[in-house]
């Protein structure tokens, strides 16, 4: 079991840059690779960003070219930098360990002027 802790969501004008922290409770090097999904409201969750313990990684095209998941395992702590936001960015964002029902309780992003 891992528990996974968001941090890093906020308010920001379209344009803008933020960065989501996933803090892990132990190590993630033995996982698999981490998820970063996001759910509006209204929507069904979809899948954002994926890392692997190899250090590939995988976008959704609709990020693609503006996000950037990286991964520090000394920290134990996966990154999303986000950039060029855009309204329909506006999600909550969840961190997720890849093959499991591990999940972080989220962190609002909310794109607007």
């Known amino acids: 079991q891992v528990q996974l802790v968001e941090s890093g969501g906020g308010l920001v004008q379209p344009g803008g840059s933020l960065r989501l922290s996933c803090a892990a409770s132990?190590?993630?090097?033995?996982?698999?690779?981490m998820n970063w999904y996001r759910q509006a409201p209204g929507k069904q969750r979809e899948w954002v960003a994926r890392?692997?313990?190899?250090?590939?990684?995988y976008y959704a095209d609709s990020v693609k070219g503006r996000f950037t998941i990286s991964e520090d395992n000394a920290k134990n702590t996966v990154y999303l930098q986000m950039n060029s936001l855009k309204p329909e960015d506006t999600a909550a964002y969840f961190c997720?360990?890849?093959?499991?029902?591990?999940w972080g309780q989220g962190t609002q992003v909310t794109v607007s002027s």
């Open positions: 997720n360990a890849w093959g499991t029902n591990w």
């Open positions: 132990r190590s993630i090097f033995s996982i698999p690779g």
């Open positions: 890392i692997t313990n190899g250090g590939r990684t």
